[in-house]
């Protein structure tokens, strides 16, 4: 299983970016995907998950009606629109996938199995 986020930069305060997640070396549609962030001194933090079938988008209060997450899954990717940015968006923007149908909406870094290598995002006021 391999998780590559890119598309993170440095943007001004009310910028957009566009998160991307590209998998490979696993049935994508098998699994469930998330979006986390960690700021320097912080615990890694939810930021918004969509199930496998691309439906149920959750997200964490602070992002809501500024972020959309997405997936296309026959090109094995994962979106991330981040609209209205905010400095306290700064942080490495990581995906994560987990296989097990859990039932419920995901938001905690322990649910999810796989992890790629993060992607810096940093907003300037």
């Known amino acids: 299983v391999q998780l590559q986020a890119s598309g993170g930069g440095l943007v001004q305060a009310g910028g957009s970016l566009r998160l991307s997640c590209a998998a490979s070396g696993f049935s994508f549609d098998d699994y469930d995907i998330g979006w986390f962030r960690q700021a320097p001194g912080k615990e890694r933090e939810f930021v918004a998950t969509?199930?496998?079938?691309?439906?149920?988008?959750y997200y964490t209060d602070s992002v809501k009606g500024r972020f959309t997450i997405s997936r296309d899954n026959a090109g094995n990717t994962v979106y991330l629109q981040m609209n209205s940015l905010k400095p306290e968006d700064t942080a490495v923007y990581y995906c994560?996938?987990?296989?097990?149908?859990?039932?419920?909406?995901?938001?905690?870094?322990?649910?999810?199995?796989?992890w790629g290598q993060g992607t810096q995002v940093t907003v300037s006021s």
């Open positions: 994560a996938a987990t296989q097990t149908a859990y039932g419920y909406v995901l938001n905690n870094v322990r649910e999810f199995d796989y």
């Open positions: 969509i199930n496998r079938s691309g439906g149920n988008p």
